[in-house]
């Protein structure tokens, strides 16, 4: 459905050569990546890549390498190594490494062709696609950036084997928040297998393959559709307004899965509060969530996350818009509220400190380390 291939499956680094010689020959090829990915899985990939002239550029694994420093270090390294218009990016890594990476090939030389190759689930699954870029900034998550689509996205499931149990989990949100988003059967079915599927012993690749395919066609029908997040994308930012607000406040110390996963919980109580989703709604969210292990509450050591901090933190938010929040809120699993408004549903503070609530700290023992 989208303008450039999305092929995922074990083996799909495999295309690699030829996607490029078809999509993307450039006279110089630069392999963006984090130090972890890098050991693990860029030989896989540099050895494809045609000519001599490959270069691999790696940023320390994390979040907190999502900044303007590692951007401008990244051009700067290229311009170094002579890198002109005819250079391709490949991005292989998660999330960090694909926004990162896309956002360089976005403004070098004002604007050069990516692959992503994207080696987490969450980055398999959502941030691969749709050409959102960008880097983190003090005021928050994702405030620079830009839109620039890749020439192709190869997801290799294979290179998910090495990747730890928490990442994996943190990549359901993304699943779980698809379908209550854009889809009853798929919400279901992402269910069914979500327990066997976190389970490292319990893992099956037909499922992984399903799912992570599930998970793809419905963002990239909802891409295609309004790919510069006029209205119906919005729907992709369930959970993310009060999630990215618990992200940042936590220091980078939740992973972004983590923290929309709270923020989803809390979401679903405001749309509840609001008259907009049933009372069954956050009941059925919250098991997902348990299911995948992931946490539906604020972690007890994180006691820097308090109520008027994420209100105080929303408000930088990129959904606001004349300074009120917006919120993408559900109606139901499947179903979203506010079309009508292109879904963006401003929210009393009154009615966020309440959601807050539900969210608000607990003594456990899975508080994140
Ligand atoms: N652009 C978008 O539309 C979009 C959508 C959702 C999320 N995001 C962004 O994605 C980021 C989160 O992505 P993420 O969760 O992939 O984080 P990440 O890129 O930090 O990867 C998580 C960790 O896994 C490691 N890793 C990656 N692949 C591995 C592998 N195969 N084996 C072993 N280790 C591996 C990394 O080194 C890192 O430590 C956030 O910055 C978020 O804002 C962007
Ligand atoms: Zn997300």
Not at 244 to 271: F, K, N, P, Q, T
Not at 329 to 351: F, Q, T
Request: hydrophobic residues 45%; contains cysteine; glycine residues 10%.
């Amino acid at each position: 459905v989208l303008p450039y291939p999305i092929v995922a499956r074990a083996g799909a680094l495999d295309e690699l050569g030829e996607m490029v010689r078809r999509l993307a020959p450039a006279h110089r090829y630069a392999v963006i990546t984090d130090e972890t990915v890098a050991a693990l899985h860029a030989e896989r990939v540099t050895r494809q890549l045609p000519g001599d002239r490959t270069i691999v550029l790696t940023i320390p694994a994390g979040e907190s390498s999502k900044t303007r420093d590692q951007w401008a270090r990244l051009s700067d390294l290229l311009l170094a190594a002579g890198a002109g218009r005819d250079t391709t990016i490949l991005a292989l890594g998660g999330g960090v490494v694909g926004d990162l990476a896309g956002f360089v090939a976005a403004t070098f030389m004002r604007g050069v062709p990516y692959l992503q190759l994207p080696t987490t689930l969450l980055a398999m699954i959502d941030s691969s696609i749709g050409g959102k870029t960008g880097v983190d900034v003090p005021a928050g998550k994702n405030l620079v950036g830009a839109f620039h689509p890749p020439v192709a996205v190869l997801a290799d499931l294979s290179t998910l084997g090495t990747l730890p149990s928490k990442d994996l989990r943190a990549g359901m949100a993304e699943a779980v928040k698809h379908g209550v988003v854009a889809d009853a059967n798929y919400f279901h079915e992402v269910n069914i297998a979500l327990p066997a599927l976190v389970a490292r012993d319990g893992w099956r690749l037909e499922s992984m393959a399903r799912l992570v395919n599930g998970s793809i066609a419905i963002k990239s029908a909802v891409v295609r559709q309004d790919e510069r997040e006029g209205g119906v994308r919005k729907i992709l930012n369930f959970g993310h307004t009060i999630g990215h607000a618990v992200e940042s406040l936590s220091d980078y110390r939740l992973l972004h899965g983590e923290a929309i996963a709270i923020g989803m919980v809390a979401e679903c109580a405001i749309a509840e509060q609001l008259g907009l989703a049933p009372s069954s709604l956050r009941g059925e969210v919250t098991r997902a969530l348990d299911a995948a292990g992931l946490p539906t509450r604020v972690p007890a050591n994180l006691p820097g996350i308090t109520v008027e901090r994420v209100l105080e933190a929303t408000r930088t938010d990129k959904k606001a818009r004349a300074g009120v929040v917006e919120y993408s809120l559900p109606s139901g699993v499947g179903a979203m509220a506010g079309r009508e408004r292109g879904y963006g549903i401003p929210v009393p503070d009154e009615i966020v400190r309440q959601a807050m609530g539900v969210i608000s700290r607990v003594q456990s023992p899975d508080s994140v380390a």
